[in-house]
């Protein structure tokens, strides 16, 4: 077993389709990459990525999109600084590449945007954003980032997560207060 050390708390985790990498985001303001080498059962510390710092970065998720022909892995980070970002990540060391900042009430809870592959827009996928204000946000990739395509109502709270069904037909989302 390895033993590896973030700046701040480690306050979500995530790991490539193939675990060649993996990434924890920490209470500090920062990500960090690993390499994963199963043959000699190793964990390596990689690049660090401060996404805004002293600001907990409460999720992490990665996925594989192919854009123009190609795979790509895209990491998504929530920022309690009213904000979840994309980032490209580099195949060679998992570092990060900052890509888009989309805007959504978050200050106070730990939010959690995921990947929506199956809805897009002009050839990329979407993501899909709870927010404090009690909606959820649905932006495509290529968007200012402070435009929404949709946006579904929940009226009783802070929306704090939210998953899509196998085909993305269908959303569904928890708020503060435990109700689904």
């Known amino acids: ?29 920062s990500v960090y990459a690993f390499v994963i080498h199963l043959t000699p059962g190793k964990i390596f510390k990689g690049k660090r990525t401060i996404l805004m710092d ?3 970065v409460t999720s992490v998720e990665v996925r594989a999109l192919i854009s123009r022909g190609v795979s790509e ?24 590449q900052f890509y888009r900042k989309f805007f959504t009430q978050h200050v106070r809870h730990n939010l959690h945007s995921h990947f929506s592959p199956l809805i897009s827009s002009g050839g990329m996928a979407c993501i899909v954003c709870p927010s404090e204000d009690g909606n959820v946000y649905l932006f495509d990739f290529n968007s200012d980032g402070r435009k929404y395509m949709l946006k579904v109502s929940h009226e009783s ?20 207060a435990v109700r689904i």
């Open 1 to 29: 077993s390895s033993t590896i050390r973030t700046g701040g708390s480690a306050t979500c985790v995530c790991c490539d389709n193939i675990g060649k990498f993996f990434w924890v985001g920490d209470s500090k303001g």
């Open 73 to 96: 892995n895209w990491l998504l980070a929530d920022l309690r600084a009213n904000a979840a970002c994309l980032y490209r990540v580099c195949a060679k060391d998992g570092s990060l």
């Open 54 to 56: 002293s600001v907990p």
């Open 157 to 176: 709270g802070p929306v704090i997560d939210c998953c899509l069904n196998h085909d993305e037909s269908c959303v569904l989302f928890g708020d503060a």
